[in-house]
């Protein structure tokens, strides 16, 4: 797939997750992303913060990929309240002390909507930051392209004239095609 390199820009996301008990016997610790932090260097699980049994962990640091024909998506989740981004995260093992692997970082709700859908991964829904708000701001003013709804129009031709496809053509049937077949006596 060719990109073009005037409508594609990358911005490192570092990803910080919260540790905290789990709310129910079979699972000792809950996870969630709660913030990123735009420009963030190499990480690998820093912990960066520690109240009673809570723990956040600046767990790794993803590329954020805006793409010049996905400005209708990053146009819906700058408009929503607050303006998000989705870290997507996946669960390798089940061990009571495994920690989810960051996949990705979008600001994409469309991407993030695939991605929930296949039920392999967890998608969290995080606060951008305002200069990272800015960024994608900057960029979808700079690349966005309004385009204009076409409404398709039916060409008139009629498909319920012909019964093309009942039956098979190679099978001779002597009545109606959608009968049960009948045992035939010789």
């Known amino acids: 797939m060719y990109i073009n390199p005037e409508k594609y820009e990358v911005l490192p996301l570092g990803v910080v997750l919260r540790r905290a008990p789990g709310v129910t016997r079979w699972k000792k610790w809950s996870w969630q992303a709660v913030a990123v932090l735009p420009g963030a260097g190499a990480a690998d699980w820093r912990e960066m913060r520690r109240e009673g049994d809570w723990i956040e962990y600046h767990a790794a640091t993803v590329s954020l990929d805006l793409h010049g024909a996905e400005t209708e998506a990053y146009r819906n989740a700058l408009s929503d309240r607050p303006p ?3 870290v997507v995260l996946r669960q ?10 960051v996949l990705l970082v979008t600001a994409s709700p469309y991407e993030a909507q695939d ?3 296949s039920g392999e991964e967890i998608v ?3 606060p951008m930051p305002p200069g990272l708000i800015a960024w994608v701001r900057d960029f979808v ?8 709804f076409i409404k398709r129009k039916r060409d ?3 498909v319920d004239v ?3 496809g009942v039956g098979d053509v190679r099978i001779r049937q002597d ?5 049960a077949p009948k045992r035939r006596l010789q």
């Open 84 to 86: 998000s981004v989705f």
């Open 92 to 101: 390798e093992d089940s061990t009571e002390d495994s920690k989810p692997c």
């Open 115 to 117: 991605y929930a859908d």
């Open 124 to 126: 969290e829904k995080v």
């Open 141 to 148: 003013d700079q690349h966005h392209v309004d385009e204009k």
């Open 156 to 158: 008139g031709k009629r």
């Open 162 to 164: 012909i019964e093309d």
């Open 175 to 179: 009545s109606d095609v959608y009968r």
